[in-house]
């Protein structure tokens, strides 16, 4: 039997010669909006705590030159290395945590050794502060 067109009406003679070749699924992979959301999230609150940090650390590392530059140059009694840290100070910008009354003056060795200790409280968000106990010692 034929039709119009010339072409046989018979079925193939296996349904898997006709059928599209089969296409594989891959598994997904990626990351989903809520895990997104999560490590941006845990990613800011980090970034926001080290801005918040920073400065503090920076004025650390401030005083801790300004005391290693004391214990040298200062002086030889107390009153003249205080006032030897108070002129460093006021040469320093942002140096407000401490002063020359906070120093610990002795001498070890024939050397003046100078220490220093200091809390530093930073806000994070209302009600939430940081407390950071900063000490040090001259070289």
Known sequence: MMNVTNRPLIAPASASAVRAPAVRRQ???GITLVGLLFWAALIIS???VLMK???AVSEYRTIQSMVN???REGGNTVPEIRASFERYKQIEYGVESIGG???DITKEDERI???FAYDKEIELI?????L???EGKSR
């Open 126 to 130: 209302s009600p939430v502060y940081l």
């Open 132 to 134: 950071i106990k900063f």
């Open 101 to 103: 009354n906070d120093l």
């Open 46 to 48: 980090i970034a926001l």
């Open 69 to 71: 530059k004391a214990a």
């Open 27 to 29: 598994a997904q992979r």
């Open 53 to 55: 940090v920073f400065p």
């Open 113 to 115: 050794v100078i220490t």
